[in-house]
């Protein structure tokens, strides 16, 4: 029965793991910067550079307050376990991370700011009698942050920011676990949250003319200690060999380093480019400690460091009428062994465009479509075990996902 105890912490582990993996990474947190590609870093001057480079804050005056949300809609399926053929969808869900920024210009060279976003998020849903159901039924993740920011003109063309953050996040995981044919299967079910985490973030905004800039931003890693409960219900008469009581676990997110350039082509057109490094390989190990019964789980993760490429354009047509378009390509960080259903990752590709239209002098709207499609995975050497055997869970992964966004944003 210890055996199984322990195939459930692994899946523990495996579900938080893949719920920090790089497409669950939530860069969109503004509609304008969405509909180009995420390319934004070099660009910067409305509030949302509080998320994306918050030394472009100094481009603002007065105060500025933006508001919006982002209709998420993924898409999952696995085929197989091979040799089989046979596909599964994940249940069909729809997320709504919002994002609200407000600045104030001090002066010409001093700009504050505060942010609220969800930087990492997202969930999957598989029904409970399908073929993975000891590897995952259900994962939920959600995570906020508040940041505030100082920015500040060392130059008249170079800024530089620096930025707190405060995050807390919850977690939802449930599973079956395997028995004996005579007390069927238990169903296990683990929440957890950490209402104090803390992190920092550094910019810098560099404009050696009045058509080229250069950015510069930094995001520090956030460490989140979940502590929850694990519960299992069935299979009453084997209770005490299962996960039942107080439960906890460390989870630390990447450093995220994004250069980017932007260059005003025309007087009506800008064009922009990012790369963003993320360093997952910080992330090598997790553990999970359980209360009941009582045992520590280490298990490496051993990420790879990932990138994202990203580029972006936008043109006036009008004086209140622009319009963008922007792609960019997401390396995944999980070694291909790793891959987990609970919520699978991939290469991914992105394509967006969007319109900003001047309803008055001082009020903005944003709004943004964004398709992103994961590369098709074939697992051939799964570490994966399913069924509480020793076969592998190989077979072949497909993701998607559908993004609309709205921003408003007032001006005073």
Do not use: C
């Not at 692994?10 to 180009?36: D, K």
């Not at 809609?73 to 069909?92: H, L, N």
């Amino acid at each position: 029965m210890k055996v199984k105890v322990i195939t459930f912490v692994i899946f523990v582990t495996l579900s938080l793991q893949s719920a920090f993996a790089g497409g669950f990474q939530l860069n969109e947190q503004n509609a304008r910067a969405m509909a180009m590609g995420g390319a934004f870093t070099a660009v910067s001057n409305d509030p949302s550079a509080i998320y994306f480079n918050a030394a472009g804050l100094t481009q603002l005056t007065g105060i500025n307050i933006m508001l919006g949300t982002t209709l998420i809609a993924p898409t999952f399926s696995f085929r197989g376990v091979s040799p089989s053929i046979q596909e599964y969808d994940a249940a069909k869900q729809t997320f709504f991370p919002t994002h609200f920024f407000a600045s104030y210009s001090y002066n010409k060279d001093l700009a504050f700011g505060i942010g609220f976003d969800s930087p990492f998020g997202l969930a999957s849903k598989w029904d409970p009698s399908w073929v993975g159901k000891y590897l995952a039924i259900e994962t939920k993740l959600q995570t906020f942050t508040i940041s505030p920011v100082v920015a500040y003109n060392l130059l008249d063309n170079l800024s530089v920011s620096a930025g707190l953050v405060y995050s807390f996040a919850n977690v939802t995981i449930s599973q079956k676990t395997p028995q004996t044919p005579f007390t069927g299967d238990a169903f296990t079910t683990l929440t957890g949250k950490d209402n104090s985490a803390w992190g920092f973030n550094l910019g810098a905004l560099y404009r050696p003319t009045e058509e080229l800039s250069i950015g510069v931003s930094f995001h520090s890693q956030v460490k989140y200690t979940f502590k929850g409960t694990a519960s299992t219900i069935g299979a009453a008469q084997l209770a005490s060999q299962l996960p039942n009581g107080n439960a906890s676990a460390d989870l630390t997110t990447p450093v995220n380093l994004a250069f980017g350039v932007a260059y005003k082509v025309l007087p009506e057109l800008l064009l922009s480019a990012d790369y963003q490094y993320v360093g997952w390989s910080s992330y090598d190990s997790l553990t999970v400690d359980f209360s009941s019964p009582n045992m520590v789980k280490s298990s490496p993760r051993l990420y790879d460091n990932s990138y994202i490429l990203r580029f972006g354009a936008e043109y006036g047509l009008t004086q209140d009428l622009k319009v963008r378009a922007g792609i960019y390509y997401d390396k995944d960080p999980v070694k291909a062994q790793y891959l987990n259903p609970s919520l699978p990752d991939a290469d991914r590709l992105g394509f967006s465009f969007g319109l900003g239209y001047k309803l008055m002098n001082n009020f903005n709207i944003d709004a943004a479509y964004l398709f992103i499609r994961g590369k098709q995975m074939t697992i051939t050497n799964s570490l994966e075990n399913y069924a509480g055997g020793i076969s592998p869970f190989n077979g072949t992964y497909n993701t998607a996902a559908n993004l609309v966004s709205l921003t408003l944003s007032y001006s005073l």
